[in-house]
C-alpha cells in the first residue's frame, strides 16, 4: 500500500470514532458501508460504537461479518453484550475468545466479571480470578490493581459470596472510594446492616471522604438490616459532612421508615422532599403499605406510580395487590383490565442457575430444557411433600400474575425459580448450594416455596431477585420476610 492510501484509511478511522463518539451511528455507517478499504480498526469502531450506543444487534451483525478479530474486537462485543443486559451471551463470547488464544486485558476481564456478577456465575468469576492472580495482572500499576479488585469484590458480592469478595478487599493497600463503596454496596444487598456500618467507619478513619453512593450503600444496608434509627441518623449527618441529599437517598428514608411501620411519616417524607418524587421513591412507600397491609397510603400511591409509569405493568401488580390484600377483589380485577385495555405488556421472567460450567435459563411454564420431563416430575412431587408439611397456594399475588402467562395456562406451580429448583434437585449434588438469578421481584408463594424446599430437601438455596439476595436455609429466610 502506498503511504497516501495508508493516511487514508487513518483520517476515516478517526472520522467514524468521532462520528460514533457523537453517538452519529447512522451517518458512521454510511461511510462504513461506502468505503472499500476498511481495516481491521475501522470494524472494531463499529462494534463498539454500536455497543455502547445499546444497539446490540447492529454490533452483533457486524462482529460476525468481520473479516477477522482480534483482541479489541472481542472486548467491544462482550462490553455491547454487558450493557444490553445480555449476560448469558457475554459470557459465551468470553469462553468463544479463550478457545480462539485470545489474552483478555484488563478491560475485557473488567466487563466479562461484570457478566459473571450479573448472571450470578460464580465458576467462571473464579476462573478469572486465578487467572488474574496467576499472570500478576495489575500487580505493577497500582491503578489497574485497584479496578480490577473492585469488579473482583462486586462479582462476588453479586454471586452471594461476600467473604470472598473481602479477602479480594482487604487485600488492597491503596483502597479508593469506588471500592469502599461496591464492598460496603455488597454487604447492603445481602443485608449485612452492622458490617456495612462497620466498614463506613473505617473508610471515615482512613480519610476518605464518602460521596452520595457510598451513604446510597449505607442507608440501604440500615434499611435491610432493620436498622432504622441508624439510617435516619446517618441520613442527617450527611448534610453536615457537605453531601446533599438526592432523590435516592429520600426515597432510602422512605424505606427506612416504611419498613418500621411508620408509613404516615414515611409518606410525609415523600411529600416534603425539596425535589419532586419519582417511581422510585413511590416504589418504596408502596412495598411497605403492601408488607403493613396499610389501604388508604397504599392506593395513593399506587395510583401515583401508574401514573407515573403507565406502560410499566410491575405497576398495576402492585396496586392489584393491594386491592387483593384486603379483599377487594372487584377493585383489583378493575385494575388488570386497566392494564390490558392499555395494551401493558408483562415483563417476561426468567431464572438463571450455573451448573457444571454452564449457565441454564429458565422461563415460566418452559418446555425447551432437555431434562423436561423429569423436571416437571420433580415438580408435582415437591409440590405433594411440601404439602405434606403445610404448604398451601399463596393465590393472593395473583390477580395478576407477573411471572406466569396465564393467558397461555401457565400455572404459578411453574414459576421460573421452581423449574430451577426442581433442576438443582435433579442435577446438583447435597451440600451444594444452589445459586439461583431472577429478574424479578419473587413472589410471596415462590417465596414461602423456597423456605419450605430449603426445609424439607435440606438445601441451601441462594436467590438473587430485582433487588435483593434472599438466603434460604432451614425453612427461613434472610430477608425476614421483607423484601
Ligand atoms: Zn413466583
Ligand atoms: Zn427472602
Given at each position: 500500500?502506498?503511504?497516501?492510501?495508508?493516511?487514508?484509511?487513518?483520517?476515516?478511522?478517526?472520522?467514524?470514532?468521532?462520528?460514533?463518539?457523537?453517538?452519529?451511528?447512522?451517518?458512521?455507517?454510511?461511510?462504513?458501508?461506502?468505503?472499500?478499504?476498511?481495516?481491521?480498526?475501522?470494524?472494531?469502531?463499529?462494534?463498539?460504537?454500536?455497543?455502547?450506543?445499546?444497539?446490540?444487534?447492529?454490533?452483533?451483525?457486524?462482529?460476525?461479518?468481520?473479516?477477522?478479530?482480534?483482541?479489541?474486537?472481542?472486548?467491544?462485543?462482550?462490553?455491547?453484550?454487558?450493557?444490553?443486559?445480555?449476560?448469558?451471551?457475554?459470557?459465551?463470547?468470553?469462553?468463544?475468545?479463550?478457545?480462539?488464544?485470545?489474552?483478555?486485558?484488563?478491560?475485557?476481564?473488567?466487563?466479562?466479571?461484570?457478566?459473571?456478577?450479573?448472571?450470578?456465575?460464580?465458576?467462571?468469576?473464579?476462573?478469572?480470578?486465578?487467572?488474574?492472580?496467576?499472570?500478576?495482572?495489575?500487580?505493577?500499576?497500582k491503578g489497574s490493581n485497584v479496578i480490577l479488585s473492585t469488579a473482583l469484590v462486586d462479582m462476588y458480592c453479586r454471586c452471594g459470596c461476600i467473604d470472598a469478595a473481602f479477602d479480594v478487599f482487604d487485600q488492597v493497600t491503596n483502597k479508593d472510594i469506588v471500592l469502599w463503596n461496591a464492598m460496603i454496596g455488597g454487604l447492603a444487598m445481602h443485608g449485612h446492616g452492622r458490617r456495612a456500618l462497620e466498614i463506613f467507619g473505617r473508610m471515615m478513619e482512613t480519610g476518605v471522604m464518602p460521596n452520595e453512593s457510598t451513604y446510597m450503600g449505607v442507608m440501604c444496608a440500615c434499611s435491610h438490616g432493620g436498622m432504622v434509627d441508624e439510617g435516619i441518623e446517618i441520613f442527617e449527618s450527611m448534610k453536615t459532612r457537605g453531601v446533599e441529599p438526592q432523590r435516592e437517598h429520600y426515597g432510602c428514608l422512605v424505606d427506612l421508615m416504611g419498613r418500621a411501620g411508620r408509613i404516615r411519616r414515611a409518606e410525609e417524607v415523600l411529600l416534603s422532599m425539596p425535589m419532586e418524587p419519582q417511581a422510585e421513591q413511590w416504589g418504596a412507600l408502596m412495598s411497605a403499605c403492601r408488607m403493613h397491609r396499610e389501604f388508604d397510603v397504599g392506593v395513593r400511591a399506587g395510583r401515583h406510580l401508574i401514573e407515573l409509569e403507565p406502560h410499566d405493568a410491575g405497576r398495576y401488580v402492585m396496586l392489584a395487590n393491594v386491592y387483593a390484600g384486603t379483599g377487594r377483589w372487584k377493585e383489583a380485577m378493575d385494575v388488570r383490565r386497566e392494564m390490558e385495555e392499555k395494551g401493558v405488556k408483562k415483563e417476561r421472567g426468567w431464572s438463571l442457575i450455573e451448573w457444571n460450567g454452564r449457565v441454564e435459563e429458565f422461563v415460566a411454564g418452559d418446555w425447551r430444557h432437555q431434562q423436561r420431563r423429569k423436571i416437571?416430575?420433580?415438580?408435582?412431587?415437591?409440590?405433594?411433600?411440601?404439602?405434606?408439611?403445610?404448604?398451601?397456594?399463596?393465590?393472593?399475588?395473583?390477580?395478576?400474575?407477573?411471572?406466569?402467562?396465564?393467558?397461555?395456562?401457565?400455572?404459578?406451580?411453574?414459576?421460573?425459580?421452581?423449574?430451577?429448583?426442581?433442576?438443582?434437585?435433579?442435577?446438583?449434588?447435597?451440600?451444594?448450594?444452589v445459586r439461583i438469578v431472577k429478574n424479578l421481584r419473587v413472589c410471596r408463594d415462590c417465596h414461602n416455596y423456597t423456605k419450605l424446599v430449603s426445609k424439607v430437601y435440606g438445601r441451601e438455596i441462594v436467590v438473587r431477585d430485582r433487588s435483593r439476595f434472599h438466603h434460604f436455609k432451614e425453612g427461613f429466610c434472610s430477608c425476614n420476610d421483607y423484601w
Open positions: 500500500m502506498k503511504n497516501g492510501a495508508m493516511d487514508f484509511i487513518v483520517i476515516k478511522n478517526s472520522l467514524l470514532s468521532m462520528y460514533c463518539d457523537m453517538r452519529l451511528l447512522g451517518e458512521a455507517r454510511l461511510l462504513f458501508d461506502e468505503s472499500s478499504d476498511l481495516d481491521l480498526i475501522s470494524w472494531n469502531v463499529m462494534v463498539s460504537g454500536y455497543g455502547k450506543s445499546g444497539n446490540l444487534n447492529a454490533a452483533r451483525y457486524l462482529f460476525d461479518e468481520m473479516p477477522e478479530k482480534n483482541l479489541v474486537s472481542w472486548g467491544a462485543m462482550i462490553d455491547a453484550c454487558v450493557r444490553g443486559g445480555d449476560y448469558v451471551e457475554a459470557l459465551r463470547l468470553f469462553s468463544r475468545s479463550q478457545c480462539e488464544g485470545v489474552r483478555p486485558d484488563i478491560v475485557m476481564l473488567v466487563s466479562t466479571l461484570k457478566a459473571c456478577g450479573h448472571a450470578g456465575s460464580i465458576r467462571q468469576g473464579y476462573w478469572i480470578h486465578l487467572y488474574i492472580e496467576q499472570n500478576k495482572l495489575g500487580s505493577s500499576d416437571y416430575e420433580v415438580v408435582g412431587e415437591m409440590e405433594r411433600r411440601l404439602e405434606k408439611v403445610g404448604y398451601v397456594k399463596d393465590t393472593s399475588e395473583m390477580v395478576i400474575d407477573m411471572d406466569g402467562e396465564e393467558e397461555k395456562g401457565v400455572a404459578m406451580s411453574h414459576h421460573s425459580e421452581k423449574l430451577a429448583m426442581a433442576f438443582a434437585i435433579l442435577n446438583i449434588g447435597e451440600g451444594v448450594i
